[in-house]
């Protein structure tokens, strides 16, 4: 009994230190994640995450766009494939409905903007400094390259 529970938790133990192989460092550049990420904080990508899980609202993601001065960068995904974004007031609406007060960006102004399949909305929480999706328009899925994972202090 005992070699099978040293066995089993050898086992987890290797898989789970497997899952730390795919993070890679990268060090964030600039304010338009502040207070959440701050100028040359480094933080890690798993870049394989999206793989087996699907976006979602709130994610931060790193992500490659074509054209732009950057050559990667980070911010956070709140519109979906599918979705209809407003700018209303300094407020974001979702199909109609406001986003959760848990995400709160100063005074967000913009075109509203019907997401297609596959496209995602990203801005940054500091949205008065942030060039995102209301400059360079919405992310393609396949110019996400991974989840930002903030190592909590």
């Given at each position: 009994m005992f070699k099978r529970l040293s066995v089993l938790f050898l086992l987890v133990l290797l898989g789970g230190c497997n899952e730390f192989k795919d993070l890679d460092t990268y060090v964030f550049e600039g304010i338009s994640m502040a207070p959440t990420i701050q100028n040359e904080q480094e933080i890690q990508i798993d870049k394989k995450y999206y793989q087996d899980t699907p976006v979602k609202r709130g994610d931060i993601v790193l992500f490659e766009k074509e054209g732009e001065d950057f050559d990667q960068h980070a911010?956070?995904?709140?519109?979906?494939?599918?979705?209809?974004?407003?700018?209303?007031?300094?407020?974001?609406?979702?199909?109609?409905?406001?986003?959760?007060?848990?995400?709160?960006?100063?005074?967000?102004?913009?075109?509203?903007?019907?997401?297609?399949?596959?496209?995602?909305?990203?801005?940054?929480?500091?949205?008065?400094?942030s060039m995102d999706s209301r400059h360079f328009g919405p992310l393609q899925e396949e110019e996400i390259l991974g989840k930002v994972i903030i190592e909590e202090d």
């Open positions: 911010k956070r995904v709140i519109g979906l494939p599918n979705e209809m974004l407003e700018f209303k007031d300094g407020t974001v609406y979702i199909d109609g409905e406001k986003l959760s007060k848990k995400y709160h960006f100063n005074r967000v102004e913009g075109e509203a903007i019907q997401l297609k399949k596959n496209e995602y909305f990203v801005i940054g929480d500091n949205a008065l400094s």
